[in-house]
């Protein structure tokens, strides 16, 4: 990465390849979440994360902004500080930051990989009956987190979206940072669910090749939302890891770091 000033605390680079590959991660993780692909990977890649707002170690999310535009801010500035095209990749909530960055910056982006991007605002406005069962699924986090208790949200989050490992077994920092940060899953809600980004009206405007990643034992919904994606773009490839859940970067890094590179070698470098 080229930058005429330091990186902020809040940027990390991995590996030390030839292409340039901006990451963003997925909710109340951090930008280490891309360990796994740059040990796979390093060799070919430089992969520059960023934490986004409120976690690792960003700036809080400031109430007033939202936080979609906050985090887009924050990525466009590391973007712009890369030299040359980028492949860019995303996980989850940084899947679809990752859409809005390559629809802002249609000669930047050689290539963008999708993780399971939560984008239900597809599915609701695909009136898309699944949506019934997930928001049942995911009441209790709600509640819990309409109650303020922090904890119990955490838990219940975790056991939905984690890698499968018990709460009680998480060392206790790492569930300090998950609790602590928790209320930024309702924060989200405006890009997630009600697309504050405007990315589902400008999914046409992404001209580059897309690889679209999503495990085998993720919940149906997110299935479902990247098929809705997959049809507002034009050039697409899709894989699906088996026996991978939602946090498949973590817990099949090899999987995902081998769609990956071969996905990076068929777009030209």
Not at 95 to 104: G, S, Y
Not at 168 to 192: C, N
Request: hydrophobic share 45%; charged share 20%; aromatic share 4%.
């Amino acid at each position: 990465m080229s930058l005429d000033r330091p990186l902020p605390d809040w940027v990390r680079c991995l590996g030390q390849g030839r292409r340039q590959v901006l990451a963003l991660h997925c909710s109340l993780a951090h930008s280490g979440e891309w360990r796994g692909l740059a040990e796979h990977l390093g060799d070919r890649i430089t992969i520059t994360a960023f934490d986004l707002p409120g976690h690792g170690r960003a700036p809080d999310h400031d109430p007033a902004r939202d936080i979609g535009d906050q985090a887009t801010q924050m990525g466009q500035a590391v973007l712009d500080g890369l030299a040359g095209p980028v492949d860019l990749i995303g996980h989850s909530f940084g899947a679809v930051l990752a859409l809005r960055l390559a629809i802002e910056n249609p000669g930047r982006v050689r290539s963008l990989t999708l993780i399971e991007p939560t984008l239900y605002a597809a599915a609701i406005r695909a009136d898309l009956p699944e949506m019934a069962d997930f928001e049942a699924r995911m009441r209790p986090l709600a509640e819990a987190l309409d109650a303020g208790d922090q904890d119990r949200a955490a838990q219940i989050f975790t056991a939905d979206w984690g890698t499968g490992e018990a709460w009680d077994t998480l060392p206790a920092a790492q569930r300090a940072y998950i609790s602590a940060r928790i209320g930024l899953v309702k924060t989200a809600e405006s890009v997630l669910r009600y697309d504050s980004g405007r990315v589902l009206d400008r999914l046409d405007q992404i001209r580059c090749p897309v690889l679209l990643l999503q495990g085998g034992a993720t919940p149906a919904i997110l299935g479902k939302v990247l098929s809705l994606v997959e049809a507002g773009l034009a050039d697409t490839t899709k894989i699906t890891v088996p026996g991978a859940a939602h946090m498949l970067p973590v817990t099949h890094a090899a999987e995902v770091a081998a769609a990956i590179g071969a996905f990076l070698s068929r777009v030209e470098g």
